[in-house]
C-alpha cells in the first residue's frame, strides 16, 4: 500500500505540472511552452523503465521456476538486470534536469504571466522531476538489494554505495545535459561526445564549475532521496 500510494502521488504532481503548464497557456493567451511538457514525459521514463525492470525480474523468476535450467536462468537474470540498470542510470538524469528550469528562462521581460503562477508551475514541475527520480531510484535499489544482496540486517551499505554512484552520475549527466546540450541517446555517438567535452573543459574555470554544480545537485538529491528510502524500506519490510 505504501508503494502505491508513492506511485499515485508522483504520477499526480506530473499531471498537475503538465496542468499548471496548460493552463499557463490558456489563461493568459502566450504560446504553450512544450519543452517543459517534453521534460515531463521524459523524466518519467526512469520511472517506467524501473517498474518494467520489476516486473521483467518477476518474470524471469517465475519462468526460472518452472524450467530445469538454473544455469540458463542466472545468465539470462544477470544479463536482464545489467542492461536494464545501464538503461536505467542513461534516462535517470533527465529526471533531475527539472532542477534546472528553475532559472525561469522561458519568462519574458514584457510576459503578461504573472511571476507568482510562474514559480508554482516552475516549482511544481522541479518537485516532479525530483519525486521521479527518487521514486525510480528507489525501485531500483530496492530491487539491488533483494536481487542481488542480502537484505536480512537492513540496508546493505553496498546498496548505499549502488545509490550515491547514480546519484553523483545522475548530476553529472545534469551538467552535460544543460551546459552541453547532451541526451541520454547522444551516446550513441561517443567519438563526438568526447570531443565536445573536451573543447568545454579547455575552457579555463569550467571544470571547478563542473565540480561545483555535480556536488550541490548530489547533495540536494541525496537528502531527499535518504530518508524517505529508509521510510519506504521500513514500510515495506514491516508489511
Known amino acids: 500500500m505504501p508503494l502505491l500510494a508513492a506511485f499515485i502521488a508522483v504520477i499526480l504532481l506530473n499531471v498537475y505540472a503538465a496542468v499548471l503548464i496548460w493552463l499557463r497557456a490558456v489563461v493568459y493567451r502566450v504560446a504553450l511552452y512544450r519543452p517543459m511538457l517534453l521534460n515531463i514525459v521524459l523524466s518519467f521514463v526512469p520511472v517506467v523503465v524501473a517498474v518494467l525492470g520489476i516486473i521483467g525480474l518477476l518474470l524471469i523468476g517465475t519462468a526460472g521456476s518452472l524450467v530445469n535450467a538454473p544455469s540458463v536462468v542466472s545468465t539470462i537474470l544477470w544479463v536482464y538486470l545489467i542492461v536494464g540498470t545501464i538503461a ?34 516552475t516549482l511544481t514541475l522541479t518537485l516532479s522531476g525530483i519525486a521521479n527520480a527518487v521514486l525510480s531510484m528507489g525501485v531500483m ?39 552541453l546540450r547532451f541526451n541520454s541517446w547522444d551516446v550513441r555517438h561517443p567519438i563526438g561526445m568526447l570531443r565536445k567535452l573536451r573543447a568545454h573543459f579547455a575552457i579555463k574555470g569550467k571544470a571547478l564549475e563542473a565540480f561545483g554544480f555535480v556536488l550541490t545537485h548530489a547533495v540536494l538529491i541525496a537528502l531527499v532521496f535518504v530518508p524517505l528510502y529508509l521510510l519506504a524500506y521500513a514500510a515495506l519490510r514491516a508489511g
Open 141 to 179: 535499489e530496492f530491487a539491488f538489494t533483494t536481487v542481488i544482496l542480502d537484505p536480512a540486517h537492513g540496508t546493505p551499505v553496498l546498496s548505499w554505495v549502488f545509490a550515491g554512484v547514480v546519484i553523483v552520475l545522475g548530476a553529472v549527466g545534469v551538467y552535460f545535459g544543460r551546459y
Open 88 to 121: 536505467w542510470i542513461l534516462f535517470f538524469p533527465n529526471a533531475i534536469y527539472l532542477i534546472t528550469e528553475l532559472n525561469f528562462s522561458h519568462r519574458r521581460e514584457d510576459d503578461p504571466v504573472p511571476l507568482w503562477f510562474d514559480i508554482v508551475q
